[in-house]
């Protein structure tokens, strides 16, 4: 019978062997910091089971006229491109040049049939530039078209209070207003802007350090290590954990660089339906009973790869549900917070709070530092083992240069807000807290 636990690197090893005394520095049982108390906030978790998830359908009349929309439209767009064709039209799109035509087109007429007669319609819709930090309010850039939104140009006025439904920015940290960017500020003219080497070479900061014993204490774990980007925080540490002859199950909404990450790993992936606890036990118990195509042999780790809070569709990670899969079925679980953390919870701690589950009972918590906290980079937490493993064999670690110090300590000076040691009440404050 196949047994996750006939690890080969054993970076994850004895993983569900380990015995939770509750004695940790500054954890309670359950992994919710001191902090957590000392911040007055009740602790516990805000979940009443059972989770009852509802999205809201777009209704019938929407979709109705949604398609006699799109069906009008294509009709017009076919007759536009008939008269473009016969050059009774005038032609602004881009076409391939006649000396490129031997090369793999750019530019496929049909492909593009939506973007020409479509889109360009309401093309002023979108991508329209803002000037200002992404607030819960911003200012964009006016602009106009003299061609039909074929192009624009700017007229040099601005247009404020603009509401912003579109970027991350979600607790406001994103700012500029110089009390508040204070340590940054002073962060950026003490050790510059860029560390210009990556971490196993000349790029290892005390700020680095600092950050991460501050995100480790934040998640009530071990350890933790702190990237550059969030995207690469997944797509280059994945391959670190799993290789040839490890199974992935994947939520099949996964975030691109969870799926990136996997299918660079080489591991074998099965996709299970979204936040479908069912889905997911089939393809745990199949992968149990019958292991490795053709030889039988056990799978040396099953690795499951959810999200916190999946950004398109709102839905909660069923954690709990989840947790008690991977126990039953001695997998690893992979747990991408980046929009949960510091916005979800009682105090922030994302989506093990919310459940009010202990920070152990993930195998590898990541998130990310560009929603929540106004800032960029990605975080691997969990116990030390673990990443001890990931700083010497994650990609990341060896071949991408530092997170740069200003952006550290922006992501401290959020994190410390949120967690009531900057002696403000801002922290709790943006998270809708009085
Ligand atoms: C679930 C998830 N993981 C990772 C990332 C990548 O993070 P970043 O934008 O910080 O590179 C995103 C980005 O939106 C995301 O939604």
Redesign the pocket.
Known sequence: MAHSNALSNGHLGGRQKRHHSGKRDGHKKNGICREVKENGVANGSSYKRPLNESFEQAPMYVNILTFIGFTVGTFFGYLRDFLRGCGLQKCVYATEREEQKDFVPLYQDFENFYKRNLYVRIRDNWDRPICSVPGPQFEMMERVSDDYNWSFRFTGRTIKNVINMGSYNYLGFAETDCNAIKTVCSVLSQYGAGVCSARQEMGNLDKHVELENLVARFLGVEAAMAFG??????SMNIPALVGKGCLILSDELN?S??VLGARLSGATIKIFKHNNVQSLEKLLREAVIHGQPRTRRAWKKILILV?GIY?MEGSIVHLPEIVALKRKYKAYLYL?E??SIGAVGPTGRGVVEYFGMDPDDVDVLMG????SFGA???YVAGRKELVDYIRTHSHSATYATAICPPVAEQIIRAMKSVMGLDGTTQGRTSRGLS
Not at 229 to 234: D, K, L, Q, V
Not at 368 to 371: I, L
């Open positions: 980007m969030g995207f690469a925080t997944n975030h660089s969870l999200e950004s991408d980046a929009h990310t530092f560009t929603k960029s980079g990605g």
